[in-house]
Nanobody, 121 residues
Framework: QVQLVESGGGLVQAGGSLRLSCVAS????????MGWFRQASGKERDFVAA????????YYADSVKGRFTISRDNAKNTVYLQMNSLKPEDTAVYYC??????????????WGQGTQVTVSS
């Protein structure tokens, strides 16, 4: 099992930016897609973005398209989520996930512990 550790969360004003990072404990196989999900207080976990191992294929939730960018550096076993033009509704705990496919959280087998992102209005 691959351990995933997120970092980069924090408090930011609306319109600001944050970059989340997720480091995997081991080099991953070429089929190891990764994604970001988020869960706001009292709500279900939602898909945010996903990326193939090569980085050539990405998926985004409609709510973040044009504002968030997912990328990865396999040499560093790291996936990133650049978040721009943040809105209060982006406030949530953000989770990194690996070993899955697409937008379904249930398909991912590895999960990080989460990092809190809070956007003030």
């Amino acid at each position: 099992q691959v351990q995933l550790v997120e970092s980069g969360g924090g408090l930011v004003q609306a319109g600001g930016s944050l970059r989340l990072s997720c480091v995997a404990s081991a080099r991953t196989a070429s089929s190891y897609a990764m994604g970001w999900f988020r869960q706001a207080s009292g709500k279900e976990r939602d898909f945010v973005a996903a990326i193939s191992w090569s980085g050539s294929v990405t998926y985004y939730a409609d709510s973040v398209k044009g504002r968030f960018t997912i990328s990865r550096d396999n040499a560093k076993n790291t996936v990133y989520l650049q978040m721009n033009s943040l809105k209060p509704e982006d406030t949530a705990v953000y989770y990194c996930a690996g070993g899955g496919l697409g937008v379904r959280g249930s398909s991912y087998k590895d999960w990080g512990q989460g990092t809190q992102v809070t956007v003030s209005s």
